[in-house]
């Protein structure tokens, strides 16, 4: 059993809550989420906002506190193989009160589809499902998901 160790981010300005399912060995050893260098979350979300891409964690705080989001995974332990989602086994959730109690999440979006399953799963709630930003999903260029994650932007607009 894997404990995920990465704290949420997230403050009182907070309006979504982005989950993936769980850290990967790359982000657990950076310390920080989707630290491979070859995860595109990053650049995806950068160029929603059309801004530099944050590099240090520093940064990428800086930049989720300043467009109101917040990030945390879904998974609070579990068994896992490497990076695998199709691996998890015996999940156990995170405490989404946690962020819940202290900001006004509008929106709870989820990158990927076992992020999303087990959302639902532990919660009975929906979540706006966006493709998983691995460079596994290969399927998708960062165009496409740029345009997929488009949506986040729009929530936030709406909810100014």
């Known amino acids: 059993m894997i404990m995920h160790e990465l704290p949420p981010v997230y403050d009182e300005r907070s309006k979504i809550l982005i989950l ?7 982000s657990r050893e950076t310390g920080f989420y989707y630290g491979h260098p070859q995860n595109r979350f990053w650049k995806v979300l950068s160029a929603v906002f059309n801004e530099k891409t944050p590099e240090a964690i520093d940064e990428k705080k800086a930049f989720l506190h300043a467009h109101s989001i917040a990030l945390w995974d879904v998974i ?11 691996t998890i086994k015996n999940a156990l959730p995170n405490d989404f009160s946690v962020i819940f109690s202290a900001a006004n999440i509008t929106a709870v979006f989820t990158t990927g589809q076992k992020a999303a399953g087990l959302y639902k799963k532990f919660t009975g709630n929906d979540s706006i499902v966006l493709p998983s930003p691995s460079p596994a999903n290969c399927a998708l260029s960062i165009d496409d998901l740029v345009r997929k994650y488009e949506i986040i932007k729009r929530v936030l607009t709406e909810e100014k």
Request: with cysteine; hydrophobic share 20%.
């Open 20 to 26: 993936g399912s769980f850290p990967s060995p790359k």
């Open 76 to 86: 609070a332990s579990c068994d896992i193989k490497g990076a695998g989602d199709g």
